[in-house]
């Protein structure tokens, strides 16, 4: 059974950083796509940053380029995405994703995502 648990959310003042982590058991990363995706109240969920197998690039959506980092821990089967300067629009909730062939801000093609971990940035 595949899970994923997204984990490091919490409360920040604008500027601040978290480092969101995603757990995943029952498939190996390396193996994967793996994205982020963020979903603030009455929004669709926005696709923030991915890792592309085929490509072996990592994307990023333009609001989280120069400001966010995606990467991995093979050995951890873990991902994480550090986000750095952090501001009252990055208030969400983030999700972890992963698939496989993905198109990579495409949230319709993953196969397996987490709960979700909240972020909250204060100004």
């Known amino acids: 059974q595949v899970q994923l648990v997204e984990s490091g959310g919490g409360l920040v003042q604008a500027g601040g950083s978290l480092r969101l982590l995603c757990a995943a058991s029952?498939?190996?990363?390396?193996?994967?796509?793996m994205g982020w995706f963020s979903q603030a109240p009455v929004t669709q969920r926005e696709f923030v940053a991915a890792?592309?197998?085929?490509?072996?690039?990592?994307y990023y959506a333009d609001p989280a380029k120069c400001r966010f980092t995606m990467y991995r821990d093979n050995a951890k089967h873990t991902v994480y995405l550090q986000m750095n300067s952090l501001k009252p629009e990055d208030t969400a909730l983030y999700y972890c994703?992963?698939?496989?062939?993905?198109?990579?801000?495409?949230?319709?093609?993953?196969?397996?995502w987490g709960q979700g971990t909240p972020v909250t940035v204060s100004s």
């Open positions: 994703a992963a698939g496989r062939s993905v198109r990579f801000s495409r949230s319709g093609d993953y196969d397996y």
């Open positions: 029952g498939l190996t990363v390396r193996f994967y796509d």
């Open positions: 890792f592309s197998l085929s490509v072996g690039s990592t």
